[in-house]
């Protein structure tokens, strides 16, 4: 029995297929452009730029930056002769790469800012700044010279003792305790829903 050939070929080659969409490769940030944590600054397939000072890079070879600040393009020879690398810097007048063996710029969510020393007639030892000093007994703080406490933290520490707030000390083992406080929780729960359709 004779059969006919089909008039159309099924492959996809043959129907002419188009490419596919472009990936948006390439540089997403400039050099000196501002960052915030979390921008994309280069999309790439494979390292053609590897991440510098205060940058990551994705499993998909993104650079991506992790700290606010100002983006640079740079090589650094005393690391490696060839890689090209992508940096943030904090300050617009930082430059990439540092010398050899320097300390790496981390900005840890701190602000610079002078340290006050003691003088005559200051602080007495033991004294946080700007809190009452407490001689003797369990609340005695000593620090190091040349180290203080934020005066925010102390207060917020102590709120509750002021306000004469009593806590039941914790105890790591005592099972009946975390049991009755989930049913609590529960019948409390049980009794909105039970609220909630009788609406």
Not at 64 to 69: D, I, P, R, S, T
Not at 81 to 109: C, D, H, N, Q, T
């Amino acid at each position: 029995m004779p059969s006919r050939p089909a008039s159309h070929a099924s492959q996809g080659r043959a129907n002419k297929a188009a490419p596919g969409p472009g990936k948006r490769l390439g540089a997403k940030k400039g050099d000196s452009e501002l960052v915030v944590p979390g921008n994309i600054i280069f999309r790439q397939r494979g390292t053609h730029w590897f991440p510098g000072e205060n940058c990551g890079m994705g499993r998909d070879h993104t650079i991506f930056a992790l700290q606010k600040g100002f983006v640079r393009y740079y090589r650094d020879p005393d690391r490696h002769a060839e890689r090209k690398y992508i940096g943030v810097v904090f300050e617009r007048e930082m430059e990439l790469p540092r010398g050899r063996g320097a300390s790496r710029w981390r900005r840890l969510g701190l602000e610079e800012r002078e340290m006050v020393g003691k003088g005559e007639g200051e602080e007495e030892e033991g004294q946080v700044m700007g809190m009452p000093a407490v001689k003797g007994g369990v609340g005695e703080v000593v620090l190091r010279e040349g180290y203080q406490y934020r005066e925010s933290n102390w207060s917020i520490g102590r709120t509750a003792e002021r306000a004469g707030v009593k806590v039941r000390a914790y105890k790591p083992n005592d099972r009946w305790m975390a049991w009755r406080k989930t049913n609590e929780r529960k019948e409390r729960n049980a009794e909105k829903r039970s609220l909630r359709r009788k609406r």
